[in-house]
């Protein structure tokens, strides 16, 4: 199994490094925050037609490039390091991965290749995107396919042109493709600590939904694995990028003569939070290599997502705390990531979910075994 990134694997990392550096800056940020859409059109276009990063971990024959969850996270670390405003994650990410893992075949042929040339934004509605393990309570179909109910967390809904809805049907579960903008279908945005991640609350009054697929158990867990690494990904890449900053704040700032990070309790403070960094991504690439190496369940999808979100969660509170006041301030950008950190620490379950989760895979091993 792979274990370290190959040298195309660096170079591809370098140019969306690159990217990124150069069209997501913070003050593209905060200008983006302020709209209702959250995302720049012609930057979404760049990264779709020029790098073809929608499609990067999508099958070749839906259109996609056919690599997998290791390169996807090396584009999500570097959103995440530079807080990419966009509906990367809520189309390709989770749209996709629901697409190639429940979608029957004529749906995969006419939607995927949609969403990984970046023509058509997609997102899912899942129930609480918070707790991964309450599925098919919200949103039920009818016989017709009519589907009613709501959901509160449905990341990029107002920007989106289609939902892909996961709804209860009898004793099982559907997966239904609806135009945003059909009838009965209310999409109101709401409020969000992270104003870089618009979130919005879609409602369904009998909204005639297509049938295009069959939810299982087996690719549920699937693909909460695949999307939880992938959001453990995005969630280094931001501490990663607060460490450095604080970092280099440590030795510019000055107090009785001497830059504060000479003091040994500052030192001390900053190698803990590298070492609490280097666990995370540890367990984030191992996770993503065991995704790209076998379909079999494994405890380190839900390792990586707890550790990340500690250590990015972590991270976010000492860079405002080593900063002193000025890191509480609404000029300083520390509160963009910290803001970030806290949504993303509870979305797709929190720390301790994944923890339990981890707990019953290795119980049902033991009882297998």
Known sequence: MQTVLSDDQVQF???????????????????????????????????SET??????????????HGFGPVELGIILEEMG??????PFFSSAVMAGYALELFADEAAKIQRLPQIADGSIRATLILDDLNQPSQVGRLIEANQVGALTGSASIVLDG??????????????????????????????LAQDSIDMTRKVARVSLNQSAGTRIGTVT?????????????????????????????????????????RPIGSFQALKHRCADLLMSLEFAKAATHHAGFCLAASDQ????????????GDCFMEMARAAIQLRGGIGFTWENDTHLWFKRAKCDEVLLGAPHRHRARMMAILQETQDVA
């Open 297 to 308: 369940a494994t405890i380190y999808p839900s390792m990586a997502k707890a550790m990340a």
């Open 13 to 47: 990392k370098h140019v969306v490094h690159r990217f990124f550096d150069t069209h997501s800056s913070t003050t593209a940020v905060r200008q983006l925050a302020e709209t209702d859409t959250g995302f720049d059109p012609l930057v979404w276009s760049l990264l």
């Open 158 to 187: 107002c920007s989106a042109d289609v939902f892909i809805i996961v709804a209860r049907e009898g004793s099982g579960l559907g997966l239904y493709a609806l135009a945003a903008n059909a009838q009965g279908a209310e999409v």
């Open 217 to 257: 158990r087996k690719g549920l867990n699937r693909f909460w694995d695949l999307v939880s690494v992938a959001l453990a990904h995005e969630m280094i890449g931001g501490a990663a990028r607060l460490l450095d900053e604080t970092v280099e704040y440590t030795k510019g700032r000055y107090q009785f003569g």
């Open 51 to 64: 790098l073809g990063l929608p499609g990067t971990h999508l099958s070749e024959q839906y259109g996609g």
């Open 81 to 86: 390091r530079t807080l990419y405003c966009g």
